[in-house]
């Protein structure tokens, strides 16, 4: 609990002098993607204090769930507060910071579907490393398609491939198997839950990408705006999603 404790108040320390200096820029009024950053900023560091702090109250087996939640809208906080300069300082898309981003927060959101069905019964972590892969596809295609080394069109496609393979895996594959047959009621539902926003939520992603580069030229507005929304839902609404597993199931024990 200590542990737990000291992490948490460890994490806000970094983050607020984090907050302070990152909050230059000129932030125009009539710049609507700016604001999203802005927004979609501080959210992040709300809600990682918001799941840290919960994982003091939940049962033991949920706690290591909500601090990987909390994890990933921690590492999102502190990329959107470099993507926002990017942004209000260059008008630029920061393809780079995103695809970092997205590379250390898409494996801990993988971690995540592994560590609901562990928190209750027996699973491979076959399960982890074949969400990792699909992960790895899924960004490789899309960084590369984004950043111009590869024609935009095939870039997609690639990307493609590999989302299709994670929902494959969490669907007809070993990890749909163990929730379908082995999970508890709150597990099934949170399960299916972030099955769902890894379908709709994440389809966001691939439309951003369509309107932004192969629907007629780059529109950094829309891409930008597209890809910010996406992660509201697919980041903090992925992690509420098991803070109410957890919190449900907590509860029903106690
Ligand atoms: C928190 C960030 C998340 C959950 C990011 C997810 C990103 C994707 C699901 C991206 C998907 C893409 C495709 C399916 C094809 C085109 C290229 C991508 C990378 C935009």
Not at 98 to 113: A, G, H, K, N
Not at 241 to 247: D, L, P
Request: with cysteine; charged share 10%.
């Amino acid at each position: 609990m200590t542990i737990i404790k000291s992490a948490a108040l460890a994490a806000l320390t970094i983050l607020i002098p984090s907050i302070a200096f990152a909050a230059g820029g000129n932030l125009e009024p009539n710049d609507p993607v700016g604001i999203t950053f802005w927004l979609i900023s501080i959210a992040m560091v709300a809600a990682t204090v918001f799941f840290l702090m919960e994982s003091l109250r939940v049962s033991g087996k949920w706690r290591t769930s909500l601090i990987v939640g909390g994890l990933v809208t921690l590492v999102a906080a502190v990329h959107y507060f470099y993507m926002r300069d990017v942004w209000v300082s260059t008008g630029q898309s920061p393809t780079v910071f995103r695809y970092v981003d997205w590379l250390i927060t898409v494996p801990l959101q993988m971690i995540e579907f592994y560590l609901i069905l562990a928190a209750c019964t027996a699973v491979a972590m076959g399960v982890f490393w074949r969400l990792l892969v699909g992960t790895v596809i899924m960004l490789l295609g899309g960084y590369l398609g984004e950043a111009g080394f590869i024609n935009a069109t095939v870039g997609f496609v690639i990307g493609m491939a590999g989302w299709a393979y994670i929902l494959y895996e969490i669907f007809a594959g070993e990890a749909g198997k163990v929730a379908a047959d082995e999970a508890p009621e709150s597990v099934k539902s949170a399960f299916s839950l972030m099955r769902w926003i890894v379908t709709i939520g994440w389809a966001i992603y691939p439309l951003g990408y369509f309107f932004g580069y192969l629907a007629g030229g780059v529109d950094d507005n829309s891409l930008n705006l597209i890809y910010n929304v996406a992660d509201v839902v697919n980041k903090i609404g992925f992690c509420l999603a098991i803070w109410a597993a957890a919190t449900s199931e907590s509860e029903a024990k106690a």
